[in-house]
């Protein structure tokens, strides 16, 4: 018999990463179960082979559930190092002096290599050096081609290999390292949903990844550079989705300036009708508690309140002792918050004028028509998902149906707002256009009898860009017995 799951009952996305504590199929359907939309592949640990298996995984529980599952791979990006100590770790004195410099032999309390020429011919004087996630903060007074001598601002431990920022310059490092190059094609063979890029400081990476994708999945910029909120609408423009990297901007700008620019992201993002994730630390404490304290249930709320796409559970499923819990407890906050009478008028604080465009004239409508008329849910008929994408734009205030010939159209929806994809053949008739809405939401149990649907589609069908009719109608006892 075949299964006609129902749409989760809330509208925000939840993307769950994969990890030790999450990487067999048991417990990735026990994440799925307890209510996670799409699951996140790091390419930043373990081997190729390992990610095939999740991906075959993912597929298969998809099968099973008659679901369409979104598979999300996160290239690891460039990471800048310092080099080795001949002790394997040293002190850094605050006010004291201290030298990053080309001489490749282990380092001591006054000096490190650092195997990064590009950083070298970047820096001013006055720049800051980040130095283990932040910790440590050194200020440069000279550089030159072979040295950066600093003042340590801020001191304490530092051994071999600890990571590096530089936070008040554009780094001229390419975004796409030869092991991303490598991940991300076998990310496209394996079939994969999207692709995430790390360390996105320009439109030219964002356009780079593009062109080595190649179509065959969507990519999503992850915006954790102060670089790339200089250029976030450009990169917007290039993108087909954001992600706001709290960790690594909480790194390298002031703790107090990452919620503005969490809700500035967010904001230009939905104006530009392009999908906005929220991730890092959303319910760190659950990597080891059963519970959340309460300031992350909070922070999680204020993301959907802003009207993000999705949000995104890092360690918390990879790696923690509770990672359906965490799932559980994220699913719940979600359903809460849209619960709140007041929650669509906070979701609708950012205003998301269309595009002089049919299909965005009449994505706009039909988020009004649902607030006028009682309705069940907007349906529309994609090939290629921008029709869902400018009617998740709108945030309306019924679900949305998105029906769709392509599997990888409907996969890629899993991080829309407020979207459940079928596939599902094409239609080719108004009237069939009519009689497969009518049809396809009582089976999938969205509407009843006497309920309205808003119907999208575009004439001639079957005609990707060509978004040009809107039709309410209204299921009768008839569909009931055809379905």
């Known amino acids: ?37 799409a699951f996140r592949i790091n390419m930043s640990h373990g081997e190729q082979a390992d990610k095939a298996a999740l991906v075959q995984h993912i597929r298969a529980l998809e099968k099973k559930h008659n679901r369409p599952t979104t598979i999300l791979v996160d290239l690891q990006g460039p990471k800048l190092r310092v080099g080795s100590f001949a002790d394997g770790k040293i002190m850094l004195k605050t006010g004291g002096a201290f030298t990053l410099d080309r001489n ?20 001013e004087v006055g720049a800051r050096l980040l130095l283990d996630d932040g910790k440590l903060v050194l200020r440069v007074t000279a550089v030159n081609a072979d040295r950066i001598d600093t003042n340590v601002e801020v001191g304490g431990a530092l051994s071999n290999r600890k990571g ?35 360390f996105v400081q320009r439109p030219e990476d964002v356009a780079e990844g593009r062109k080595l994708i190649g179509g065959k999945a969507a990519l999503l910029a992850k915006i954790e550079k102060p670089a790339a909120i200089h250029r976030l609408e450009e990169i917007l423009e290039l993108a087909d989705a954001v992600m706001v990297a709290r960790g690594d901007l909480g790194v390298e ?114 988020a009004n028509i649902a607030e006028t008329v009682d309705t069940s849910a907007i349906v529309c008929f994609t090939m290629s998902g921008s029709t869902a994408r400018r009617i ?17 159209t409907a996969r890629r929806t899993g991080l829309l707002w407020g979207t459940f994809a079928v596939r599902t053949r094409d239609v080719a008739s108004f009237e069939e256009m009519v009689a497969k809405s009518k049809r ?22 079957g005609t990707p860009g060509s978004t040009n009719v809107l039709h309410v109608v209204r299921l009768t006892g008839d569909e009931l017995e055809k379905r």
């Open 1 to 37: 018999m075949t299964l006609y799951p129902k749409p989760r009952n809330r509208k925000v996305r939840i993307l769950a990463t994969l990890g030790p504590a999450s990487d067999s199929a048991e417990m990735i359907e026990k994440l799925f179960l307890a209510g996670a939309d």
């Open 104 to 123: 490749q032999t282990p380092g001591d309390e006054g000096r490190v290599y650092l195997p990064h020429p590009e950083i070298f011919a970047a820096l």
């Open 164 to 198: 590096l920022n530089v936070p008040d310059v554009v780094v001229p490092v390419a975004a796409l390292t030869e092991k991303d190059r490598s991940d991300l094609a076998f990310a496209v063979a394996q079939g994969v949903d999207w692709i995430a890029m790390s």
């Open 253 to 366: 700008m002031l703790p107090e300036e990452v919620p503005p620019l969490q809700k500035r992201i967010v904001s230009t993002a939905r104006r530009m009708g392009k999908p906005v994730v929220v991730a890092t630390q959303m319910l760190e404490s659950m990597i080891t508690s059963p519970s959340p304290t309460r300031a992350e249930v909070s922070d999680v709320a204020t993301a959907i309140y802003d009207g993000a796409d999705a949000v995104m559970l890092s360690a918390e499923t990879a790696a923690g002792a509770w990672p359906i819990e965490a799932v559980s407890i994220m699913d719940r906050i979600a359903k809460q918050v849209e619960s709140d009478p007041d929650y669509f008028a906070r979701v609708h604080f950012t205003e998301t004028a269309p595009d002089a465009t049919t299909a965005d004239a009449l994505a706009a409508s039909s």
């Open 392 to 408: 998740s734009r709108e945030r309306p205030s019924v679900p949305i149906l998105v029906l769709t010939p392509s599997m990888e």
């Open 440 to 461: 396809m939401a009582l089976r999938y149990h969205i509407g009843q009898a006497g309920a309205r649907l808003i119907v999208m589609a575009g004439v001639p069908f």
